[in-house]
Every structure is written in structure tokens, then in C-alpha cells.
């Protein structure tokens, strides 16, 4: 049984701090990862894709991933009110057309 | 940007009746997906569609689900004889590539509440 595994929260970091979001997975062979935000009522809106170790960056947003340990991590700089959802993390499986889903980090971000 | 629209955005049925959602995904996009969320949990997969067939289904997926792409642009998921346990978000997807390429992007959903 493949899985995916997210601390569910709730993580309360205060405004202009960073968040730090983990994610582990149980597939070795895993190749493709990905962060989704939702809010609450609304749909995974796409945030971060990382395919290769190390560090990826997107605005105030980085993605970390390393295969060794099978952890993938999010860290949102400068954190806003706005970046207030529940953060998912997605893995396909060997298919490649279904997506494991974590059970998402509820993030809080304190003005 | 180019986004997957979904209708209607809130369904309210009779429990056995049957219902259609609709999506139209992004009009280059070849793989389609649908996923479902019940209220509180995970998003759990349903199945994707690729080539105007089924390329993985789930074990949700049973005999009272289907899909179907009728035409160009449209990508529909009908649910006969609804149960109370369907209310959930069903949440429509596309990508232009298997995953292992290119991530999948998602429509606004539709609430289903089966009554």
C-alpha cells in the first residue's frame, strides 16, 4: 500500500515568519512530487512540482526534496494571512495516472 | 490562463436517482481525471481517461460509476442510482502529459449533496 504522510495539523506560524510543511512518502521509486493549497470549499490549486533532489524556488515558496530519506518539504517565506489553507502533497503512483494524496497540513498563519 | 471548468458547481439529488458532471478540460490537456472529497478527508482518486478510454480506475470506481468524453471538449462522470455515501466534492482534472511529466490541474469542483 502506497503511502503518502503529512503532519494534519494545525501549524500556526506568525505573519512574516516561515512555514515548513513535511511530507513523506512510501514509494522508494518514486519520481514526481507535488504541493497543492486548498481552501476550505475550494479546489487543490497547484503550488510547487519537484522531480530532482535538492531545492526548488518559486517566489516565496521552495520545495525541498530528498529521494534518500523520502521526505519532500514546503517552506513559505515572509508568510501572509493569505497563505492561511490546508497544504496537500501528491505522489503518482507507478501508474503514472493516479495521484496518492496526503491528508494535508492545516497551516495558520497569525497576523 | 487556461483553467477546467466544471458544472454544476452545487447538485442536489434524490438518493437512486442519477446524476451527470460535467467538465471541460484544458482544451490541449489528453489525460483526465476525476477525484472525490468527502467533507473532512482525503482527496481519493476515481479514475483517469486517456485516448477515449479508461487508463486506471480505483476501487470506488465500481459498476455505479462511468465516464465518458461525448464530445471535443467535454468530459462527464455519471453516477447511477446515488447513495447517500456519494455526497462528497468531485473535483475534475486534466494534464498534457502522464504524471510523471506534468502535474495535473483541477477545476473549481462540484458539491454533491445526495439527499
Known amino acids: 500500500q502506497k503511502e503518502v504522510e503529512q503532519n494534519s495539523g494545525p501549524l500556526s506560524v506568525p505573519e512574516g515568519a516561515i512555514a515548513s510543511l513535511n511530507c513523506t512518502y512510501s514509494?522508494?521509486?518514486?519520481?514526481?512530487f507535488f504541493w497543492y493549497r486548498q481552501y476550505s470549499g475550494k479546489s487543490p490549486e497547484l503550488i510547487m512540482s519537484i522531480y530532482s533532489n535538492g531545492d526548488k524556488e518559486d517566489g516565496r515558496f521552495t520545495a525541498q526534496l530528498n529521494k534518500a530519506s523520502q521526505y519532500v518539504s514546503l517552506l513559505i517565506r515572509d508568510s501572509q494571512p493569505s497563505d492561511s489553507a490546508t497544504y496537500l502533497c501528491?505522489?503518482?503512483?507507478?501508474?503514472?495516472?493516479?495521484?496518492?494524496w496526503g491528508a494535508g497540513t492545516k497551516l495558520i498563519i497569525k497576523p | 490562463e487556461p483553467e477546467v471548468t466544471q458544472t454544476p458547481s452545487h447538485q442536489v439529488t434524490q438518493m437512486g436517482q442519477e446524476v451527470i458532471l460535467r467538465c471541460v478540460p484544458i482544451?490541449?490537456?489528453?489525460?483526465f481525471y476525476w477525484y472525490r472529497q468527502i467533507l473532512g478527508q482525503k482527496v481519493e482518486f476515481l479514475v483517469s481517461?486517456?485516448?477515449?478510454?479508461?487508463?486506471?480506475k480505483s476501487e470506488i470506481f465500481d459498476d455505479q460509476f462511468s465516464v465518458e468524453r461525448p464530445d471535443g471538449s467535454n468530459f462527464t462522470l455519471k453516477i447511477r442510482s446515488t447513495k447517500l455515501e456519494d455526497s462528497a466534492m468531485y473535483f475534475c482534472?486534466?494534464?498534457?502529459?502522464?504524471?510523471?511529466?506534468?502535474?495535473?490541474?483541477f477545476g473549481d469542483g462540484t458539491r454533491l449533496s445526495i439527499l
Open positions: 482544451s490541449n490537456h489528453l489525460y
Open positions: 482534472a486534466s494534464s498534457d502529459a502522464p504524471l510523471g511529466g506534468q502535474p495535473q490541474h
Open positions: 501528491a505522489v503518482p503512483m507507478d501508474s503514472n495516472y493516479q495521484l496518492i
Open positions: 514509494d522508494r521509486g518514486s519520481q514526481s
Open positions: 481517461f486517456y485516448n477515449n478510454e479508461i487508463s486506471e
